[in-house]
């Protein structure tokens, strides 16, 4: 059977093709043939029969075999010329043993040609074979009367006038058909659909393969070997596409899209189009559809509907006919559509206002979902039920006349009414609008907007009853109270304007605030205004009003806005002015009495700060010269007396920095640090500085801090430590059985910050109720018999309460007088959140690398400390055969420039091994044993060793061993040995100016600089300084800052201008007993090169001088560092008493090199665990020794490892490391100042 095509396009656009049986005119063709074909064979098996001619007969049923399978062919749309020749074939050799002669034989040939002509004449319908097959025709029909057969020609004469029929017919239905054709193509390519010729044969035959290998399930098939619908769709051939498929696919030219699919170009998104059509074909369907995704040849997206069908035959599945409607635009309007349907839907879900819609009638026919909370019951409800029946009887009426009036097409006015949706239900109030609509026809209803307004009727009403209390209330006011419109224009005036202003309040309506207030006052109000009609709460404001009289009163106002319940705007202002003239003057008054209650504080605070520059003046001189006696031949009395004399400097020191702190609070100048340190050191420190003197009273000293607590915090230290020390200290003192609890524990978190509550709690004596109240004030205690039996100045816990009161916290006290005390206080603190840390220090250009060779790490670690500090680097060794192979390799960088042996007596095999061959003479050696020993020094200058110093070693005497070793000449080494007496015989002599306006200072100063063995020039101004320094040439000048004439300030300034232009510096150091951080500031932004604190030591002295007497003015001097431990603080600490501090300092010295070998040893390993635990404890034991420096530095290393950031503390040791070793030699200096030992 033949089919054709039938395409239909929807109204939506859609196509739909299918095939049905062929009513056209190449069905007509089909039949005609068929007939003619069978009429040929009836009339030639007639003919044959009546004349019995068996060829004949054989030969009329070949031909009409042949054209009855051209026409099947045909009608199969597979024309198969090997079927027809394997036809024709049988035809012959059925009559080949009947054909008789040539001529006849001749005739087979013709027929034969007729059937092959037939054949192709069908397959290709061009009617000019016509003509030839009738030649041949009437060529044979001769040869066959030649032959004899008189009946064949006969009978083929009737063939060839039937065929002549049949040709006539076939020409005009061929011109149908080509006609037919032409459409049919004009049809397809200028559809306004995509529409694709496509052949799917191939994956027929591809499925049959599948099916032979044994595939029953295809669907699992695919599954398993998804590629496999990447292969199908390179099976697929198109073999036309029309111009809507080129629009589609944004394509230049049919031949861009025609042939077959390049897998490599498939998207994942249209392989399940593919697939659809593969399981299609599987199932033997000859139609498909599915939604298609793809890209376009640009590469933008593109969605469609595919459809595809063709002829119900094997051999159909090659033209079929695919149709794909692109749905891109219509995704997105349909996405749009759904999105405005879920807008509005959300918007009437949720909008406030009921939305509704009314037939004629009056019937709702539709009611928003706000109905719900308006009325009280649900959309559904009210749905169907008569709008009017819902109303108060006494507005319909009213709201029945209101849509009367209304013509189509416009809407009414707003108009309230009540409605109910029950009988009993309460009424509740409503405006609307309505808009009549009814004959619209895609409305057909009235649609009505009701906003419900109960509530606002309600305020109304309220406000109307206000309103009528206000003025009630404002005509009986003695406040002037006013009501103005927004822009400040009184509207209402209270009586009280009579008394107030001495006005009429008919003559204030209309007026502005502005117009009664002075002119300095105008920009005020207008501010205040603006911030009243900006905001919702009450603004107030101090200002001056003009009487009429032209006398001015202070009032004080508060306005407010009230705004429209409905639109928020401000409907007017409400002004409420009260005369407050009478309390100006007094707060006037007392103004006047604070600031001269400040003034006093402020002069009382100038006063201790002036007299604690006096004190500290004759305090350096007593203390200058108890050392200058120290170091002289003493019995053991006067070294007993002098030493005493020094505790009691020291105690007195303590007293005016107490002294001083409380001056800085009252004076408001105290500043709190705010460093990263641990708390739990901090009470630790506190705990084992004063464990000594509880465990002398025979007292327990315990501590409990809960777990929550945190260590590592930001805050000040020191002040918190001053805080403890005071409690902790004063509760020893008042104790004498029992035992002490300091306690922490959170009080509150607050993001960054914690609050902690600390308590100290003791057994003592107590505090009576009646002297509670004045323990925390200023040189109070609580009696006298308790000042006398435990002494103390009472300061103590004044500035304690003030230092917590800084840090946001507060103190208080608990006790029962004979039962013991408990102290509370609370502080804030921040949490740690992150910490920078300083980069590793690296050599600077032209500082000194020098060798320490020591087997004693501490000896190390002490000369390390010394060298560092006369800005040398060192390089420690503890085997003398590692130090010479750093040097002879040269692979660790440049070689030492000299080397300091830490060798004693007897151990010359430690020079030895280090002074081969010329190495002495390139590198400078230096002994520094422990202690001399006659004939030592000879036999190290046998050895080449250059200088020979016992230990301990003073920067500056280093330095200068240092330097003369290295100017030392090949010549000299082995001939001469720098010793201290060497130095001293050649050490250059400087020239000081000393600037003091006490004489006594000045004697001391100039003592001290000589027993050094400089020269020092004195002066008593700096007028007479600025004078000596443009005569004569000094080295240092020793500045002091107050002073008579020209301070020390002005006396810098007049010597840096002088040095303007010009390579002259001359070091200026601050030589001041003012002792706060502020003066040492100001001192060196005055251009002054370094600050001493009187009182001094000799040592800080010369540390100082000697170090700027080599002053580079290219070089940035660095600020002299302050003592390693602050003496003074320490003392403080534990009272004054020197002896306990340096029991202290021993048990440190006894613990030290454990704690530092430990530490040494975990930082090289890179253990976190062992660096934070042995840095607490030796941050702690730094705590305790007031070695604030060291301490600070621990601190950070000990964070550093808490917080597991390893990568800068190989950095922060270093730093470490330079702290402890600067801090060896003092310590050393105070136990040996105490007749101690250092070495034991």
């Known amino acids: 059977m033949t089919y054709e095509a039938a395409a239909h396009i929807s109204d939506e656009g859609d196509v739909s093709v299918h095939f049905r049986p062929s009513t056209s005119t190449e069905l007509a063709f089909v039949r005609l043939l068929a007939a003619a074909a069978i009429a040929a064979v009836v009339s030639s098996a007639t003919l044959a029969t009546l004349t019995g001619d068996i060829a004949f007969a054989g030969l009329a049923i070949a031909t009409g ?42 005739a087979l040939a013709g027929l034969a040609a007729y059937s092959g002509i037939s054949w192709l004449f069908v397959r290709r319908y061009r009617v000019g074979y016509i003509a030839w097959l009738g030649v041949v025709w009437l060529v044979q029909i001769p040869l066959a009367q030649a032959a004899g057969a008189t009946v064949t020609a006969g009978a083929m004469t009737v063939q060839v006038l039937v065929f002549a029929g049949v040709a006539a ?17 004009l049809l397809f390519h200028r559809a306004p659909v995509s529409l694709w010729r496509q052949d799917f044969s191939r994956i027929a035959v591809w499925l049959d393969e599948l099916r032979a290998a044994g595939v029953t399930d295809l669907d699992s098939h695919l599954e398993r070997h998804p590629e496999l619908i990447d292969y199908s769709a390179s099976l697929i051939e198109v073999v036309d596409v029309n111009d809507a498929a080129l629009r589609m696919m944004r394509a230049s030219s049919r031949e861009q899209l025609l042939g077959h699919l390049d897998p490599a170009t498939v998207v994942p998104a249209a392989r399940p189009s593919f697939a659809a059509t593969v399981r299609a074909v599987w199932k033997g369907e000859y139609s498909a559809q599915c939604e298609v995704s793809g890209a376009r040849l640009d590469g933008t ?81 009210v749905i169907g039920t008569n709008a009017v029946n819902l109303m108060h009887p006494d507005d319909i009426g009213r709201v029945l006349e209101a849509a009367n009036d209304t013509a189509p097409g416009e809407s009414t006015l707003s108009i309230e009414h009540r409605s109910r949706a029950t009988a009993t239900g309460p009424w509740v109030e409503f405006e609307s609008r309505a808009t009549n609509l009814v004959d619209d026809p895609a409305v057909g209803a009235w649609v009505l907007t009701s906003r419900e307004i109960t509530e606002r009727k309600r305020t109304e009403r309220e406000l109307r009853k206000n309103e009528e209390r206000y003025r009630l209330l404002a005509e009986n006011a003695s406040d002037l109270i006013v009501r103005a419109d927004p822009s400040g224009v009184w509207r209402y005036v209270s009586p009280s304007a009579r008394t107030l202003l001495g006005r009429e309040p008919s003559e204030l309506v209309g007026s502005r605030i502005q117009d009664l207030a002075p002119a300095e006052s105008i920009e005020d109000l207008a501010d205040h205004f603006r911030a009243v009609l900006a905001g919702d709460g009450v603004q107030e404001i101090v200002h001056q009003l003009y009487r009429k009289d032209g006398s001015a009163i202070w009032v004080e106002s508060a306005s407010r806005p009230i705004r429209d319940p409905e639109t928020s705007e401000v409907r007017e202002i409400q002004i409420a002015a009260r005369d407050i003239t009478l309390r100006r003057e007094a707060e006037e008054e007392v103004r006047k009495a604070m600031e001269a209650a400040e003034a006093a504080t402020a002069a009382k605070s100038q006063f201790l700060a002036n007299m604690s520059h006096e004190i500290r003046t004759p305090m350096n001189a007593i203390l200058g010269m108890t050392e200058l006696a120290l170091g002289t031949d003493l019995s053991s009395e006067q070294y007993e007396y002098l030493e005493t004399t020094r505790r009691s400097v020291d105690g007195l020191v303590s007293l005016v920095n107490d002294i001083l702190d409380l001056s800085k ?6 500043e709190l640090e705010a460093v990263l340190f641990s708390l739990r050191d901090t009470i630790g420190d506190t705990l084992r500085t004063m464990g000594v003197r509880a465990a002398e009273k025979g007292l327990s000293l315990e501590q409990s801090i809960a777990e929550d607590v945190p260590d590592a915090v930001i805050g000040d230290p020191g002040r918190m430590r001053q805080v403890l020390f005071n409690l902790v200290g004063n509760a020893i003192k008042f104790t004498n059985v029992g035992q002490i609890v300091v306690a922490a524990r959170v009080e509150a978190l607050d993001g960054g910050g914690v609050t902690l509550h600390f308590s100290v709690e003791d057994t003592g004596i107590g505090i009576p109720e009646d002297k509670r109240d004045h323990i925390f004030d200023a040189f109070a205690q609580a009696d006298g018999s308790i000042t006398r039996k435990h002494g103390g100045t009472g300061l103590g816990l004044a500035i304690s309460k003030q230092i917590v009161e800084l840090m946001d916290g507060r103190m208080w006290l608990e006790s029962q007088s004979g039962h013991g005390s408990t102290f509370h206080f609370t502080a804030k603190l921040n949490l740690l959140l992150a910490r920078d840390v300083a980069s590793r220090d690296r050599r600077e250009e032209g500082q000194m690398l020098v060798a320490v060779l020591s087997k004693d790490a501490s000896v190390r670690r002490n000369l390390a400390a010394v060298l560092r500090a006369t ?27 000299a080397v300091v042996v830490a060798c004693e007596s007897g151990e010359e095999e430690l020079c030895r091994a280090i002074l081969t061959d010329d190495l002495a003479i390139e590198i400078p050696v230096i002994v520094a044993p422990a202690m001399g020993v006659r004939g030592d020094a000879a036999k190290f200058r046998a050895l080449g060793v250059r200088g020979y110093i016992p230990r301990p070693l003073a920067p500056a005497e280093l330095g200068d061993v240092l330097r003369a070793a290295a100017n030392m000449s090949a010549d000299q080494v082995g001939e001469e040995m720098i010793t201290r007496h060497w130095l001293r015989e050649r050490r250059p002599t400087l020239t000081i100016l000393v600037v003091d306006d006490s004489p006594t200072n000045r004697m001391l100063a100039v003592r001290l600089l000589e027993k050094r063995g400089h020269n020092a020039v004195a002066v008593s101004d700096g007028r007479e300084a600025v004078d000596a320094v443009l005569q004569d040439d000094f080295d240092v000048v020793l500045m002091d800052v107050q002073m008579p004439v020209l301070d020390g300030i002005g006396a810098t300034a007049e010597i840096r201008k002088d040095e303007e232009g010009t390579d002259r510096h001359l070091p200026i150091v601050a030589l001041t007993a003012h002792a706060m951080e502020s003066d040492r500031k100001r001192c060196l932004a005055a251009g002054m090169d370094a600050y001493i604190s009187k009182p001094f030591v000799a040592d800080e002295l010369y540390a100082t001088i000697e170090q700027l007497a080599d002053f580079d003015p290219d070089r940035k001097l660095a600020i002299v560092k302050p003592p390693a431990i602050d003496v003074a603080t320490a003392l403080d600490r534990v009272e004054g008493e020197r002896s306990f501090y340096v029991e202290i300092i021993s048990i440190f010295l006894e613990e030290y090199p454990a704690t530092y070998e430990g530490l040494s040893e975990a930082v090289s390993s890179g253990d976190i665990d062992r660096i934070a635990a042995y840095s607490h404890k030796l941050a702690g034991n730094l705590g305790t020794i007031a070695a604030e420096a060291a301490f600070e530095v621990a601190q950070k290393l000990k964070d550093l490892a808490r917080v597991g950031n390893l990568e800068p503390i190989p950095g922060v040791w270093d730093s470490l490391r330079e702290e402890l070793e600067r801090l060896e030699p003092e310590l050393e200096d105070v136990v040996a100042s105490a007749g101690a030992s250092l070495v034991e």
């Open 65 to 106: 075999l042949a054209a009855l399978a051209a026409a099947w062919q045909v009608q199969r749309d597979r024309p198969h010329a090997p079927a027809l020749a394997a036809i024709l074939a049988a035809g012959l050799l059925i009559t080949a043993p009947a054909t008789e002669g040539p001529l006849l034989g001749i």
């Open 169 to 185: 017919s076939a020409t005009r239905i061929t011109e149908t058909m080509d006609l037919a054709a032409a459409d049919h193509r």
């Open 301 to 381: 997206p593109m969605q469609g509907y595919l459809k595809w069908s063709c002829p119900p035959s094997r051999e159909g599945l090659a033209r079929a006919v695919v149709s794909i409607t692109d749905l891109s635009n219509v995704e997105e309007v349909r996405r749009r559509l759904d999105k405005t349907q879920r807008q509005s839907d959300a918007m009437l879900q949720n909008v406030s206002d009921v939305i509704w819609t009314m037939g004629r009638t009056g019937e709702i026919t539709w009611i928003s979902p706000s109905v719900e909370d308006a009325l009280g019951v649900p959309a559904e409800e």
């Open 665 to 670: 609070i009252e004076a408001g100048k105290m």
């Open 871 to 897: 800005r040398a680097l060192p390089l420690a060794f503890d085997d003398p055969q590692a130090l010479v192979s750093d040097i002879e390799s040269g692979i660790n960088g440049p070689v030492p420039d």
